[in-house]
């Protein structure tokens, strides 16, 4: 609580200060003229605001205390001039005008001049504030001259003396308001400011008035010394007032005029012609001569300001149009721009050629490890794109993981395709982690710019489709992409009309031959193609996202069957059944959630049901990876489906929580031969056993195939030898002649 009633007292003493001030001078008018008391109240306000000015700056601290200090000792100089006056008038009883006490007041100036120059120096603005401020400087010291300084520098009856001083004094208010209105010109300028700027002028109004009075009357001064009173009072009240710490705002090169600061400077230049209209102002000579010169200059001003201002405009519309055409993180050209560039490019010697890239993984990342470390990812596979390029190709950000550049030739292409597929191998270092962001890259022979972006782009995701790290356009890719169209749209259609069928092929347990566990395959029974290969429409389906609600139909038709056999076959049906899940399904946060619902209600146990992910679906991590470990916490057993083909499989058992490796057909093709095929064979079984894993071999075809893998340690076998996919399976157990034993 104290800390915030100090900060309130921060913030609202410059106020008690301007009521005390205001207070002070009122206090001054309500004693007799020329008393000690008058004087008292005349000298305290003085000296009480270098005073404040001194605890302005403890208490903000500004970075600038210089400029205060600066306005502290010019305060501190006029007060001293006052002391100076009252000595001449009340111990001397002589006239103080002119007297020592002017060598005070006017050195003041300097010190102010000073504090507002190093004050200005903080702001931007450049050559445009400065016009500005010149324009309001010659615009009232014009009117000064007509009106104040030329008539005292006429007058035959005072002396030369009395002439250079009471010009003197409007000379520097001029100064020192032209070097606020370099400050002032702002619609931003701060309180602070403001405060400032009303000192200034309260000083030029009582200086004018008092060489006003002094050369046209025998007045008393007792009412323009309110004028200096204020003064000093708002001097100090900048000083308290909090923004004093932020008069450096804006330094961003960048000048706003609002509607009264255009008001303010369109008078100021027009305040040469005007006083030609007054009567008796242009009969003489220096007075004509004055307006021309100012007509003159305030003209060269105001071409001056337009010219900044043309230039301002122009450097701004330069960077308008940059930001438009570049992306602000990479630094790249955006797609608009290379669709122009594109537009312009004339290949030489051979035909243009556009390689569209996209990176993996983004969006992994930016789950996982946040935006900001996604976008450093960006940015170093940017630098590292444009670095594998030649000097001067075209490189662009299209979109938020996909860069293009436009290539001369299909064999400079090929070059920097293969420099990008090895730059981009490297991992990437950023946020504190190591990440792999490896990419695929699509290439297309100009044909049109739209044309030739859409080639390349459907190159590089038909990569991204197949594993490839670089795709070149043909037709066909196009006549695939027409056909998964139509597929995606046929999908959504078979799936309302129940065109849909799961089949189960068994998995044996050797040597008894017993059908222990099946795998539920979907079939697509299309009216008119047919017999739909799982391989064309499950692609498609994972694509549109269909695969979601396909796969979830799968699972709770597959837990019902396996329900159904349980409680009609008893221990002669299969132990479990192995669901196959997409990489789609993984990443749905409530995954987990709808596979405990389906098994609540079709009242299947979670060990009887087994979870099939490829490596590919799990490789990234992030919610698939947690999707797994919710299910193996249910009691669901998980199945490594095609192992060993992956990129990191041995990898992966580190992570992932596994109970089933099964082995990719790949390995078991050639397993009676001797070869690598059944070394890897024999590797994948033993670290099976050591890791106390269950390993599956499928893609059994022949009896060699099935005594050879049973030879090398493999118990539970999958494929065509035992049984093809059926929706009534045989559970009864094979014949021993069929069970091949070595």
């Known amino acids: 609580m104290p800390a915030d009633g100090d900060d309130v007292r921060r913030e609202t003493v410059w106020l008690g200060w301007i009521v005390a001030g205001v207070l002070a001078t009122a206090g001054y008018y309500a004693v ?57 008038q009340y111990v001397l009883l002589q006239e103080p005008y002119p007297s020592a006490a002017d060598i005070f007041y006017l050195a003041s100036y300097p010190m102010l001049a000073i504090g507002l120059w190093l004050l200005i120096r903080g702001w931007g603005g450049g050559a445009a504030r400065l016009a500005d401020a010149a324009i309001a400087g010659v615009g009232v010291g014009l009117a000064l001259w007509i009106f104040v300084l030329h008539p005292i520098a006429s007058d035959s009856t005072a002396s030369a003396v009395e002439r250079a001083i009471s010009t003197a004094y409007p000379a520097a208010d001029v100064l020192i308001l032209a070097l606020l209105a370099r400050l002032l010109v702002t619609r931003d300028a701060t309180m602070s400011i403001r405060l400032l700027g009303a000192a200034g002028v309260l000083l030029l109004a009582a200086d004018v008035a008092y060489s006003v009075v002094s050369l046209y009357a025998d007045g008393d001064d007792h009412l323009i010394s309110g004028g200096w009173l204020l003064s000093y009072v708002l001097w100090a009240a900048a000083a308290l007032h909090p923004s004093i710490t932020a008069e450096a705002a804006e330094e961003d090169g960048s000048v706003r005029v609002g509607r009264v600061q255009f008001a303010v400077l369109t008078v100021c230049a027009l305040i040469a012609p005007a006083l030609l209209f007054i009567p008796g102002v242009g009969a003489d000579t220096v007075d004509r001569v004055a307006i021309g010169a100012g007509s003159v200059v305030l003209f060269l001003l105001s071409v001056t300001r337009v010219l900044g201002l043309t230039r301002t405009v122009q450097g701004q519309t330069v960077e308008l149009q940059r930001i438009a055409l570049h992306d602000d993180l990479t630094g790249l050209p955006n797609r608009r721009y290379f669709e122009q560039a594109l537009g312009e490019i004339t290949p030489g010697g051979g035909s243009l050629h556009v390689v569209f890239l996209g990176l993996s993984g983004l969006k992994n990342v930016n789950d996982e490890l946040g935006r900001p470390v996604g976008d450093q990812v960006v940015a170093i596979s940017a ?50 982690h190591e990440l792999l962001a490896g990419a695929a890259i699509g290439v297309a022979e100009a044909g049109g710019v739209v044309e030739a972006l859409r080639r390349a782009e459907a190159a590089m995701h038909a990569a991204k489709q197949t594993g490839e790290p670089c795709r070149t356009w043909t037709a066909e890719l196009d006549e695939r992409a027409g056909e998964h169209a139509r597929l995606g749209a046929e999908l959504r259609a078979a799936l309302d009309a129940g065109q849909f069928q799961v089949v189960y092929q068994p998995i044996v347990r050797m040597p008894e031959g ?229």
């Open 514 to 742: 017993r059908v222990t566990a099946v795998e539920a395959l979907v079939r697509w029974q299309h009216p008119q193609r047919g017999m739909v290969s799982p391989a064309a429409f499950i692609p498609v389906a994972e694509q549109n996202g269909l695969i979601v609600e396909l796969g979830a139909w799968i699972l709770q038709t597959a837990c019902r069957q396996m329900a159904r056999w349980r409680a009609e076959l008893g221990p002669t049906g299969p132990d479990r059944i192995s669901v196959n899940v997409s990489a789609r399904q993984l990443a749905r946060a409530g995954f987990p959630a709808t596979v405990a619902a389906t098994l609540a209600a079709t009242g299947l146990p979670a060990q009887c049901l087994t979870i099939e992910v490829t490596e590919t679906a799990v490789f990234g991590g992030g919610q698939a990876l947690t999707a797994l470990h919710e299910l193996r916490a249910l009691g669901v057993r998980i199945a490594l489906d095609d192992f060993g083909t992956g990129h990191s499989s041995l990898g992966l058992l580190q992570t992932v929580p596994v109970d089933v490796l099964k082995v990719d057909k790949s390995f078991v093709d050639n397993i009676t031969e001797a070869g690598r095929h059944t070394v890897i064979a024999r590797a994948l079984i033993q670290v099976s056993e050591g890791l106390g894993l269950t390993a599956v071999a499928e893609g059994v075809e022949t009896a060699e195939q099935a005594a050879a893998l049973y030879d090398l340690g493999y118990r539970l076998l999958q494929g065509y030898y035992f049984g093809k996919p059926s929706a009534d399976p045989d559970f009864q157990p094979r014949p021993a002649a069929a069970v091949p034993v070595a």
């Open 32 to 88: 007799p003229t020329d008393s000690l008391a008058a004087n008292l109240f005349y000298n305290g306000i003085g000296l009480s605001s270098v005073l404040a000015i001194l605890a302005g700056i403890r208490l903000h601290r500004p970075r600038n205390a210089a400029v205060w200090y600066w306005f502290a000792a010019g305060q501190f100089t006029w007060a001293v001039g006052d002391l100076v006056w009252e000595y001449y």
């Open 383 to 432: 630098a590292r794109i444009s670095g594998a390029a030649p000097e001067a190709t075209r490189v662009a950000r299209i979109g938020g993981d996909e860069f293009a550049l436009a290539l001369p030739d299909a064999e400079t292409a090929d070059r920097v395709v293969r420099r990008l597929v090895s730059v981009l191998r490297e991992p990437v270092h950023a946020g504190g």
